[in-house]
């Protein structure tokens, strides 16, 4: 395959555009220093990954900050500590303060010139608009799990993807997903059918981070070590 023969790529926003790990251990870190938890940023965001997963699962109707208050208290649970109403709320309201990653406004940019660009999102619309203005990026659509129902890896998502995609006039086999999670983005995305870009935000540190690991085995169709990498690639920049 060729990367100039796709006419839209659709794009993960967590964990590829903007640094949802960095914005995360910025809230888990100082809860685990209160509760004189001996442990790193790593792994909190290991212990902390499952629990996420397992209540977008359980709860696929609850708005994203919802899901990442539940989260908390989860993982308090489980490590055997407090967590009041205060600090998983805290929790729920960071997505607009979670960073983008340097190299997305750019890649982005770029990229709009040749292809439609789609958002495909673990969030609410409101948590997205907030990063999205980090960004500064006006996306062709804007696919989030409040608008779906439910969250990815559930099959609706890339289900609403690929008939957005034909709503779109992007003929067959001419969307590309791009992202960094194999777990939520990858695994299903291969299923639907689409082919992928692995963008590997993690490739200088071992495990998942805040991501569970693939629940089945993938080999993306490309692998960048980020989104500048991919842009220069995909635009022959």
């Known amino acids: 395959m060729d990367l100039a023969g796709f006419d839209a790529l ?16 910025a809230v888990l870190g100082p809860w685990a220093q209160s509760r004189d938890l001996d442990l790193t940023a790593e792994a909190l965001l290991t212990a902390y990954s499952g629990h996420e997963a397992r209540a977008e699962a359980e709860h696929p109707g609850d708005p994203y900050p919802l899901i990442l208050e539940r989260s908390l208290r989860d993982l308090g649970a ?30 982005l940019t770029a990229l709009g010139e040749r292809y439609q660009l789609i958002i495909l999102s673990n969030v609410d619309r409101e948590s997205f608009a907030a990063s999205n203005r980090r960004l500064g990026v006006t996306f062709t659509s ?6 779906i ?3 990815k890896p559930a099959p609706p998502n890339f289900e609403a993807l690929l008939a957005e995609a034909e709503r779109l006039g992007v003929g067959k086999g001419r969307l590309l997903h791009v992202a960094q999670s194999l777990f939520h983005d990858h695994v299903p995305a291969q299923r639907a059918g689409l082919p ?8 200088d540190r071992p495990g998942w981070g805040a991501t569970p690991a693939p629940a089945a085995d993938v080999t993306p169709d490309w692998e960048f070590p980020s989104m500048r990498a991919f842009a220069a690639a995909a635009t022959g920049t």
């Open 10 to 25: 659709s794009f993960d926003c967590y964990g590829t555009l903007i640094d949802w790990e960095a914005g995360i251990a």
């Open 78 to 107: 489980q490590l055997g500590v407090e967590v009041t109403q205060e600090e998983a709320q805290r929790l729920g309201r960071s997505v607009p303060d979670w960073p983008e990653f340097g190299d997305s406004h750019d890649a």
């Open 142 to 147: 804007i696919l989030t799990a409040q608008d």
């Open 149 to 151: 129902g439910s969250y």
């Open 196 to 203: 992928t870009v692995w963008i590997n935000r993690r490739r």
